[in-house]
């Protein structure tokens, strides 16, 4: 499976984004979803996962109440919808594609590219 983020930017604290990544391929419902991010000098860090059905959801203690992910099997879409954002929540955000269900980086085998999301005091 092949993955393409976008939705990134530039916005004030407290505001909000949606990240989308839009997936080829016929077997997107087969994969658990997650997203990633990983900010300068930090190592990548788990962000969200949704499971293949999308009726299972799990999230970072640091995001919890303020994203929510989704998704879309016939459309082949997971997002992210990042609400009340603060500096600290800028990074490159990467969405990936795995298997196993769960918040490790080494579970998840396809990677999207990654997009910048910066966060303004």
């Known amino acids: 499976v092949q993955l393409q983020a976008s939705g990134g930017g530039l916005v004030q604290a407290g505001g909000s984004l949606r990240l989308s990544c839009a997936a080829s391929g016929r077997t997107f419902s087969t994969y658990v979803m997650g997203w990633f991010r990983q900010a300068p000098g930090k190592e990548r860090e788990f962000v969200a996962a949704i499971s293949r059905s999308g009726t299972s959801t799990d999230y970072a203690g640091s995001v919890k109440g303020r994203f929510t992910i989704s998704r879309d099997n016939t459309k082949k879409v997971v997002y992210l919808q990042m609400n009340s954002l603060k500096p600290e929540d800028t990074a490159v955000y990467y969405c990936?594609?795995?298997?196993?269900?769960?918040?490790?980086?080494?579970?998840?085998?396809?990677w999207g590219q990654g997009t910048q999301v910066t966060v303004s005091s």
């Open positions: 990936a594609a795995g298997i196993p269900y769960g918040s490790h980086p080494p579970l998840y085998g396809y």
